[in-house]
């Protein structure tokens, strides 16, 4: 007996909700309208409405809406559980959220998100996102310029600084030990790489993901503003030479995690350079510079980088996740680290760029970076970094009025790393202080900052990040401070 195929899309129908996927022949588009208008109007409060919610609001009991539902849940419930979510979520768009860093989105970049979601286009190969896989290349190359890379530099986008950073050291690696295919199994002498004892844990996690151990990450001494020092650098490649080990690459940082300072970037690409070690900088944070003319000599010395880790997710605005690593000869990537997709036609101009990076299925990350560097321009990136910098000044004289506040290093970028160290108690007791403190602000002040174990102790961190902060809510900060004492 033959099956009537409209019976069974009738049937389909009737068990899916009216709005389950936007119909490509208009058949649901007043119901879609409505839909998307509610979600919109959501957004808008939400966002509008940030600076009357707290900062890191209570957290929300979720046990009783995790359940998976056997039937359809209808939009305006499932909207109105939405709300509470989004009520109870860190608010990083309140002016007194100043503990990360992260950021307020840009709205194109929202947008971007959105519109992305919508294609649902995948950037493993240029077939299955034509326009954005051409994009990311194009776009890519003018920031790798940005840093002084070079005519041979690009890059490619990834979820986030530890996948970067996991992929510059694979072909550090990989060019030093010929790698690709072999490995490393058998090698004579033992691979290292260096590191800032401050650096990010992702380099740990690319040493234990190489295969190399966690401690093929050799920890390089700082000084008291949190840079490495060159000359324990130097030691220790020596070092780990004598021990019969055999060092690759070294890793200077652009904005430490905890206090935002930069390593001596000439210096270290000199020792790399001496040594015939591939230069990477993990610049994540501080690479946002690069935008600010006033500023980017900070990252003096970059350019020399044989790789560089960028996170527009963070002092970009965009939203999570959007970074990058960028290399300054971008072929080494199709000679040292691209593995062929057989099921997907090759693009003689242009890659496949899941072939040339750790994830296969890809987000469309570069249209929301495209339409914010687009939308706020060069210049109006400059203009926000120069208000953050303004304020770091303002905040560390603050901090440097009060006796009993102590800076863990001298700002470099619009990172400040404080605590309380009132001698009117004991030592022991300072760390309690500072969490107490914390929570007065949040709970007082409406100020986050967060509470990073940073020497062994437990220090302030504020990240003058969001655009919307003002010095008012400095002044108001340090009067909450003044108050709690």
């Not at 058949?27 to 309208?33: D, F, G, K, L, P």
């Not at 949190?226 to 021990?243: C, F, G, P, T, Y």
């Not at 904005?255 to 935002?260: I, L, N, P």
Request: net charge neutral; aromatic share 8%.
């Amino acid at each position: 007996m033959a099956i009537n195929p409209k019976s069974k899309i009738q049937n389909l129908k009737s068990h899916l909700p009216e709005t389950a996927f936007i119909h490509p022949d208009e058949q649901n588009r007043e119901a879609i309208a409505t839909l998307l208008t509610q979600v919109v109007e959501l957004l808008i409060e939400i966002m509008t409405t940030a600076a009357d919610r707290s900062p890191l609001p209570e957290p929300l009991d979720l046990k009783g809406w995790a359940q998976l539902s056997d039937t359809s849940i209808g939009s305006a419930q499932l909207l109105q559980w939405v709300r509470s979510q989004l009520h109870h979520s860190m608010n990083a768009a309140h002016p007194g959220y100043i503990g990360h860093m992260d950021s307020i989105p840009t709205t194109m970049s929202v947008i971007g998100d959105l519109l992305v979601a919508a294609v649902n286009n995948n950037m493993l190969s240029v077939e299955m996102s034509p326009v954005f896989s051409r994009l990311e290349p194009l776009v890519l190359k003018q920031i790798a310029a940005e840093f002084g890379l070079g005519p041979a530099a690009n890059g490619v986008l990834v979820s986030g600084g530890s996948l970067a950073n996991l992929q510059a050291l694979t072909v550090a690696r990989n060019v030093a030990f010929d790698a690709l295919k072999t490995g490393i199994a058998g090698l004579a002498h033992k691979p290292v790489f260096f590191v800032s004892e401050v650096a990010h844990t992702s380099m740990k996690k690319a040493a234990m993901l190489l295969g190399l151990g966690t401690e093929a990450a050799i920890p390089i001494a700082t000084n008291a503003d949190s840079q490495m020092k060159v000359s324990d650098l130097q030691a220790k490649i020596e070092q780990a030479r004598q021990q019969g080990q055999q060092p690759f690459a070294v890793v200077a940082t652009a904005g430490t995690t905890v206090t935002g300072n930069v390593d001596p970037l000439r210096a270290i690409a000199a020792v790399a350079k001496a040594q015939n070690l591939w230069f990477h900088v993990d610049a994540a944070y501080g690479g946002a510079v690069i935008f600010s003319p006033e500023h980017r000599p900070l990252l003096a010395g970059i350019e020399q980088a044989d790789s560089v880790t960028f996170n527009p997710q963070k002092w970009l605005y965009v939203t999570k996740t959007c970074a990058m690593v960028l290399f300054r000869n971008f072929d080494l990537l199709n000679q040292q680290f691209r593995i062929l997709a057989p099921y997907m036609n090759d693009h003689d101009e242009w890659p496949n760029l899941g072939e040339l990076t750790v994830q296969g299925t890809r987000h469309p990350d570069i249209l929301k970076l495209w339409l914010s560097l687009q939308h706020i321009g060069k210049q109006g990136y400059a203009t926000i970094i120069h208000h953050n910098f303004a304020l770091t000044e303002r905040f560390t004289v603050e901090v440097n009025k009060r006796a009993f506040l102590t800076l863990a290093s001298q700002p470099q970028m619009n990172l400040i790393c404080f605590r309380g160290t009132p001698d009117w108690l004991l030592e022991a007791a300072w760390d309690q202080w500072n969490q107490s403190l914390q929570t007065h602000l949040l709970k007082q002040g409406h100020t986050f900052l967060s509470l990073p174990l940073y020497r062994g102790q437990r220090w302030l961190k504020a990240v003058l990040l969001n655009p919307f902060t003002t010095t008012e809510d400095i002044r108001l900060l340090f009067e909450q401070i003044d108050r709690f004492i």
